[in-house]
């Protein structure tokens, strides 16, 4: 067997310089997803960003090329770590499993209440780049209850209904982060129970829904 051709040098240390400066637009994603949650976009200057990372501006801007671009940086780790959380394990419609998927759900929009208020409101303006992000979620977990639901192909009744569920769970957390007058238990029960009578309205509710 032939071996691969020995790297030089030169394309090792490029290499390390790309992984440390992955490593660190990782480590500030981080950061701004602690500081977008505790403050708003408008409400943190590229300033304090810095001074929280321990860098100069100048510096930051090596790495995002403004504030915007970083705030769209961490929106999409948010996005990313939503749908992580809030994927169940094992296959099917399994009752339990939506449940615990949408604790996680609660639990990541009131540990990043800012940071969630934000990006469902389209917290930058009418960001493109933002908005992008907050609709390709929203598609994911449409498709993702699509495949639970073994919904090889969706019509576009079925498409709707699934996608007015997911709208009506960001609303509904938004209001209740707003008002904390309900139990994040009852809210999920809740939440779960509207999902049922959604599928059953389009006649898409798995036998084990019930």
Excluded at 47 to 72: E, M, P, V
Excluded at 128 to 156: K, Q
Excluded at 167 to 180: P, Q, Y
């Amino acid at each position: 067997m032939a071996k691969a051709p020995r790297r030089s040098e030169p394309d090792e240390a490029r290499e390390r310089a790309r992984l440390q400066v992955d490593e660190r637009r990782a480590q500030l994603v981080e950061l701004g997803l602690r500081l977008f949650s505790e403050r708003s976009y408008d409400e943190l200057s590229i300033d304090d960003i810095a001074s929280a990372a321990g860098i100069s501006k100048g510096l930051l801007y090596h790495y995002f090329s403004s504030k915007r671009d970083f705030y769209a940086a961490t929106v999409r780790s948010a996005a990313e770590s939503l749908l992580s959380r809030t994927d169940p394990a094992g296959d099917g419609p399994d009752p339990e499993a939506l449940l615990a998927a949408l604790d996680q759900y609660l639990l990541f929009a009131e540990e990043h209440a800012s940071a969630y208020v934000a990006l469902m409101r389209s917290g930058v303006g009418h960001d493109a780049e933002v908005a992008a992000i907050v609709e390709d979620t929203r598609a994911r977990f449409v498709a993702r209850l699509a495949g639970r639901l073994g919904l090889a192909e969706l019509t576009p009744r079925v498409r709707l209904a699934l996608r007015g569920w997911v709208g009506f769970v960001e609303g509904s957390s938004l209001d209740w982060l707003a008002r904390r007058d309900l139990p994040r238990e009852e809210l999920r029960d809740l939440l779960a129970q509207m999902l049922l009578a959604t599928l059953m309205a389009v006649d898409a509710a798995p036998p084990t829904a019930a």
